[in-house]
């Protein structure tokens, strides 16, 4: 990487193309390894009528996408990688009407691989409905 | 169920059918609402297609018991190739049916069913009507 490259979360999130500009997910915080993202409640994205809880499936897409920017941040480089697994815990489900806040973090990386955890909740982070833990892999590897 | 999928599988453009044995398999159209990276499919897009045939076959094997609600435990998502700019199908397997648990599998494929692109394992509580 050229010297003083700033990989910029909110400005790569910005985008409103693909799969999360449907989901509506946006960029809401980030640190040296993490980054925070956000995924307000929509009727589109209901996976119970009866509940009108949302799908699992929309979680694991914001929590594949928070753990995906977390590695970027902490490799401080926008590198091609790829998720090669990804393990959600539904700890309880997410409530109607609320935003769903989902941080990702890269606790290690090494040459090719990148391993993530991540919580998701949705107003209290000491209430937390899916834990997250996966690993990335970069086929031309991370900068070291 | 596959008559009536709730309101994320319409927003992913899912569709069923019935394979040759009768049974579900989604399908999902390929395009920019779930694209990830440029030409590929989004994990996130694969995964909730995943969990969609898990729910749908599981609800299957219920309605011949009585029917139950389904409540996601867990999944383990494994990616194995880069999703492309194809239809992509994915069939449910309810591997155990418990009293109150289901342990489900699910594969996604484009071309051929035997060279999957992700697989998933998902454990699901039910709760018996």
């Known amino acids: 990487m050229s010297h003083g490259f700033q990989f910029d979360p909110a400005r790569f999130l910005s985008s409103r193309l693909g799969h999360g500009g449907l989901l509506g997910t946006s960029y809401r915080a980030h640190g040296a390894d993490w980054a925070e993202l956000e995924l307000p409640y929509d009727e589109r994205l209901i996976g119970n009528v009866d509940t009108g809880v949302i799908a699992s499936g929309p979680i694991l897409s914001l929590m594949d996408m928070a753990t995906s920017v977390g590695v970027w941040l902490r490799a401080n480089a926008f590198v091609a990688h790829a998720t090669l697994d990804l393990r959600v815990d539904y700890l309880r489900p997410a409530t109607p009407g609320k935003t769903v806040i989902g941080r990702g973090e890269c606790y290690r990386l090494t040459r090719s691989i990148a391993f993530v955890l991540g919580q998701a909740h949705d107003g209290d982070p000491d209430d937390p409905l899916a834990h997250v833990a996966g690993t990335f892999m970069a086929p031309d590897g991370y900068p070291r | ?129």
């Open chain 2, 1 to 129: 169920m596959i008559d009536r999928l709730p309101p994320y599988a319409q927003l992913l453009g899912l569709t069923a059918e019935r394979d040759g044995d009768g049974a579900p398999v989604l399908v999902m159209p390929f395009g920019n609402d779930v694209l990830g990276r440029p030409g590929f499919l989004h994990g996130g897009a694969i995964s909730g297609l995943m969990e969609m045939a898990a729910i749908v076959a599981l609800h299957d094997a219920l309605e011949g018991e009585g029917g139950g609600e389904i409540k996601p435990i867990n999944v383990t998502v494994d990616f194995m190739r880069g999703g492309r700019d194809k239809t992509t199908r994915s069939r449910g397997i309810v591997t155990r049916l418990g009293t109150r648990v289901a342990n489900v599998e699910a594969t996604a494929w484009q071309d051929d069913p035997a060279k999957p692109i992700a697989a998933a394992r998902m454990n699901y509580l039910i709760v018996r009507r």
